[in-house]
């Protein structure tokens, strides 16, 4: 048990990430004297003006598009929901949207919403390895289909899905794609403006900016319906004033996340696969959700037959490891996760899984450590 003032295990980097002390560093003066607003034109609003532009050139590049195709918003949740507006605006006589089965609920919410509207939803289904079944696609697109939206990565199993063939399909039959990049981005590189998609959403807190800023991408070629209107800030496409430092340590993160995918492919998936080779070495009864090629670096998600998920993270957190069951805002109830049951997996296999997440901040001695802990709480609550 390491020391009460030990700072903990922090493997749930997909729920967020540390910030990065460079993003905080470029953000605090924005937060102190430099505090102008970027649309007035004295001259601190040009400097916050000034530094919102060098952000949107630093996010662009992690995205693979041009500075000019990026809006900051509030997040990877407005994004979307940004996304869905403009696609449906700009499509009136479309009431036809494809999704997943297996999305975030900044995706799931509002498609359910709009069907209460109207507005007929398919969502595709995955394999028992979390893949999506692309069998149909081609059949399920309908002249009336307004968009498809599909996340690039899977929250909790960490499984991509195939943007390529999605794009092309969604190109050849005229239909608006939107990408979900929230969990992609910084992990696996990603080049949008190739795709041909209309739309990409990305999150600051997942790549070790700071929370509550996001960017949605839009196609320059795509006309855009914003989803926020008052002033003309981001060029009339997304209204209020700009949060400033948040989009300056948004800027900086991308910028080190950019610099940092290769290490995502070697030292972190190194991290990921040693935890993941240690675990099943040292308890029994364990499989991996997902396929475990085709996925994220960071990501496993591991369930521990015969144990509740909800008891091993009380055991764990005392142990001070910080991990998750399912994704963070489904935990804290006692649904089992959609994700994992749209893969075909039992309500019981579904609740004794855990997702552990990992960042270049963590390291082997913590990994090390994990694997001393892990083993003793499921022995205990298995009852050996
Ligand atoms: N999309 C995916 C795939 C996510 O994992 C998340 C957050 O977990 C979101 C969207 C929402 O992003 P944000 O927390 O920035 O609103």
């Not at 407005?78 to 036809?96: F, I, K, Q, T």
């Not at 001070?320 to 649904?335: D, E, P, Q, T, V």
Request: hydrophobic share 40%; charged share 20%.
């Amino acid at each position: 048990m390491p020391p009460n003032d030990a700072p903990p295990l922090y493997f749930d980097n997909n729920a967020t990430t540390r910030i990065d002390p460079l993003a905080l560093e470029a953000m605090l003066p924005y937060l102190g004297e430099l505090y102008g607003n970027p649309s007035s034109g004295c001259r601190l609003g040009k400097l916050a003006a000034n530094a919102v532009a060098r952000a949107r050139e630093q996010v662009a590049p992690l995205l693979g598009c041009e500075p000019g195709e990026i809006i900051f918003t509030s997040g990877g949740t407005e994004s979307v929901n940004a996304a869905l507006a403009s696609a449906l605006a700009l499509n009136p006589g479309r009431r036809h949207l494809v999704t997943t089965a297996v999305e975030h609920s900044a995706t799931l919410k509002p498609c359910e919403a709009l069907e209460g509207q109207g507005y007929e939803i398919t969502r595709l289904g995955v394999d028992t390895a979390g893949r999506l079944d692309m069998s149909d696609f081609n059949h399920i697109i309908r002249p009336d289909t307004a968009l498809v939206s599909v996340m690039a990565a899977n929250n909790e199993t960490g499984v991509l899905f195939p943007m390529e063939e999605l794009a092309e399909a969604c190109r050849e039959r005229g239909v608006f794609l939107h990408i979900d990049a929230v969990q992609a981005a910084g992990k696996v590189p990603l080049r949008v403006a190739e795709t041909g998609a209309v739309y990409m959403s990305v999150s600051s807190h997942k790549i070790h900016g700071p929370k509550g800023v996001g960017a949605l991408y839009i196609n320059r070629r795509s006309a855009f319906h914003p989803l926020l209107r008052g002033g003309g800030q981001e060029n009339g496409r997304r209204a209020g004033t700009e949060n400033v430092a948040g989009i300056v340590g948004f800027g900086k993160a991308a910028e080190l996340a950019l610099q940092g995918l290769e290490r995502e492919a070697t030292e972190v998936r190194a991290l990921r696969d040693a935890f993941e080779a240690g675990v099943r070495e040292r308890i029994s009864g364990v499989q991996v959700n997902g396929d475990p090629i085709r996925r994220l670096p960071n990501t496993t998600s591991l369930a521990f037959e015969g144990v509740e998920a909800e008891s091993v993270l009380l055991l764990l957190e005392r142990a001070k490891i910080c991990a998750s069951a399912g994704s963070a805002c489904m935990s804290g109830s006692l649904h089992p996760s959609h994700v994992l049951k749209a893969m075909g997996f039992s309500n019981a296999r579904a609740r004794s899984s855990l997702r552990f997440t990992f960042s270049r901040f963590n390291t082997a001695a913590e990994i090390a450590q994990a694997l001393e802990i892990l083993p003793g709480v499921i022995a205990k609550l298995r009852g050996r």
